[in-house]
């Protein structure tokens, strides 16, 4: 069993910051790839952000490259990933979701999810 909970969204200006949270709560062994999806009003789910079991193997979608970094606590015992999002523009504006699964790879592979966390950027 997986649990996910996101945190750290909220509204911001355009040209703002924002750092996202996901804490992975997990009831078996095994380390977990994880990443961020988002979902903007009347749109599909897309993917944003990846990150390996390991915390070296990172992907992203090209509308986030540059401006938003995925990173992740290493501890065996302790997932957390994060979202870095720079310089956010009012297309970012969408609900975050963290996916997790143990055969993660990219934007597939996911099995367990979040409820996820609001962002809005105006501007």
């Known amino acids: 069993q997986v649990t996910l909970e996101e945190s750290g969204g909220g509204l911001v200006q355009a040209g703002d910051s924002l750092r996202l949270a996901c804490a992975a709560q997990?009831?078996?062994?095994?380390?977990?790839?994880m990443a961020w999806f988002r979902q903007a009003p009347g749109e599909e789910r897309e993917f944003v952000a990846a990150?390996?079991?390991?915390?070296?193997?990172?992907?992203?979608a090209n509308s986030v490259k540059g401006r938003f970094t995925i990173s992740r606590d290493r501890a065996v015992t302790k997932n957390t990933m994060y979202l870095q999002m720079n310089n956010l523009k009012p297309n970012d504006t969408a609900v975050y979701y963290c996916?997790?699964?143990?055969?993660?790879?990219?934007?597939?592979?996911?099995?367990?999810w979040g409820q996820g966390t609001q962002v809005t950027v105006s501007g």
């Open positions: 997990v009831s078996f062994p095994g380390l977990l790839s």
């Open positions: 996916a997790a699964g143990l055969r993660g790879r990219g934007s597939t592979g996911y099995d367990y």
């Open positions: 990150i390996g079991a390991s915390g070296t193997s990172t992907t992203y």
